[in-house]
Nanobody, 122 residues
Framework: QLQAFGGGLVQAGGSLRLSCAAS????????VGWFRQAPGKEREFVGA????????SYADSVKGRCIISRDNAKNTVYLQMNSLKSEDTAVYYC?????????????????WGQGTLVTVSS
């Protein structure tokens, strides 16, 4: 099971760090992706991180503002979001795949966590 948490209400320009924790699985064996879905919009890729954490990938919309990292000893992956904008408002999900590619498409991910809501006020 995966669970994303750490969402909340933040002012534009602020920062939040989301966490994705796993139970019953060793998260270090999986590529982990972050996705988000804003009201009335389709789910979109935010970023993903490899097993070792050495080569994260980001969507253009968040590149330079977000950092994905992982602590395999804590079985947790993080999404640090800085310089938040109102358009970042969404429910954020983490997902895991046993495949080695940092897929940007959600259908390639095998396990999903419950989302956490991020609301950015302008």
């Amino acid at each position: 099971q995966l669970q994303a948490f750490g969402g909340g209400l933040v002012q534009a320009g602020g920062s939040l760090r989301l966490s994705c924790a796993a139970s019953g699985r060793t998260l270090g064996s999986y590529v982990v992706g972050w996705f988000r879905q804003a009201p009335g919009k389709e789910r979109e890729f935010v970023g993903a991180i490899s097993y070792s954490g050495s080569r994260p990938s980001y969507a253009d919309s968040v590149k330079g503002r977000c950092i994905i990292s992982r602590d395999n000893a804590k079985n947790t992956v993080y999404l640090q979001m800085n310089s938040l904008k109102s358009e970042d408002t969404a429910v954020y999900y983490c997902a895991a795949t046993s495949r080695s590619t940092l897929y940007t498409t959600g259908s390639y991910y095998d396990f999903w966590g419950q989302g956490t809501l991020v609301t950015v006020s302008s």
